[in-house]
């Protein structure tokens, strides 16, 4: 079992930045690919981003690719998104995943984080 706790998740204005954070325990940290999901009310759960076990690749949505930035410290078990140039359409809550593979689809995951706010206003 892996557990994962995220924090970082808040308000911001458009424009402005975050970094969400994801703790993880319970299995060694560098044999799961990470990835962060979101959902928005009413809207099905997408993908935002992911790192590879390697950590060598990164894929991202075309909605965030340039604004936000998917990073891992092995060290300290921890997966972050850092999230830039924020847009009101970026709200939801925003979910961490662990899995030995790598896909862009959230029902393949196996371990998923309890979810973080993520409210940008306009």
């Known amino acids: 079992q892996v557990q994962l706790v995220e924090s970082g998740g808040g308000l911001v204005q458009g424009g402005g930045s975050l970094r969400l954070s994801c703790a993880a325990s319970g299995r060694t940290f560098s044999n799961y690919a990470m990835a962060w999901f979101r959902q928005a009310p009413g809207k099905e759960r997408e993908f935002v981003a992911a790192i590879t076990r390697s950590r060598i690749s990164t894929y991202y949505a075309d909605s965030v690719k340039g604004r936000f930035t998917i990073t891992t410290d092995n060290a300290k078990g921890t997966v972050y998104l850092h999230m830039n140039s924020l847009k009101p359409e970026d709200t939801a809550v925003y979910y961490c995943?662990?899995?030995?593979?790598?896909?862009?689809?959230?029902?393949?995951?196996?371990?998923w984080g309890q979810g973080t706010q993520v409210t940008v206003s306009s």
């Open positions: 995943a662990a899995d030995v593979s790598f896909t862009r689809v959230p029902g393949t995951w196996d371990y």
